[in-house]
Nanobody, 123 residues
Framework: QVQLVESGGGLVQAGGSLRLSCAAS????????MGWFRQAPGKEREFVAG??????YYGFSVKGRFTISRDYAKNTVYLQMNSLKPEDTAVYYC??????????????????WGQGTQVTVSS
């Protein structure tokens, strides 16, 4: 069983920045595809960013503004969020895929989900 715990969410004005963190349990963390999804009320889950052993991939709406990174020693994944917009307001979930070998934009492909952290961007 793997646990993912997000932190770093909060309230920020449009144009501001936040950095989300995801602390992961397990000794095979480096073999996982890790990523971030988000979900706003009344909307479907949306792929934000993902990282495999070989590369990264971003959702079109956040490309150029968000950056995913990993600290393998700390078993932690980060999402640096810059130039935030009101439409970025959502609960952000850290995800992990143990069975996969590639980044997938379909949320059902991910085995593990964190509890989520709220990001609210005001205007």
């Amino acid at each position: 069983q793997v646990q993912l715990v997000e932190s770093g969410g909060g309230l920020v004005q449009a144009g501001g920045s936040l950095r989300l963190s995801c602390a992961a349990s397990g000794r095979t963390f480096s073999n996982y595809v890790m990523g971030w999804f988000r979900q706003a009320p009344g909307k479907e889950r949306e792929f934000v960013a993902g990282m495999s052993w070989s590369g990264t991939y971003y959702g079109f709406s956040v490309k150029g503004r968000f950056t995913i990174s990993r600290d393998y020693a700390k078993n932690t994944v980060y999402l640096q969020m810059n130039s935030l917009k009101p439409e970025d307001t959502a609960v952000y979930y850290c995800v992990g895929d143990l069975k996969g070998w590639k980044i997938n934009v379909n949320p059902v492909e991910y085995d593990y989900w964190g509890q989520g952290t709220q990001v609210t961007v005001s205007s």
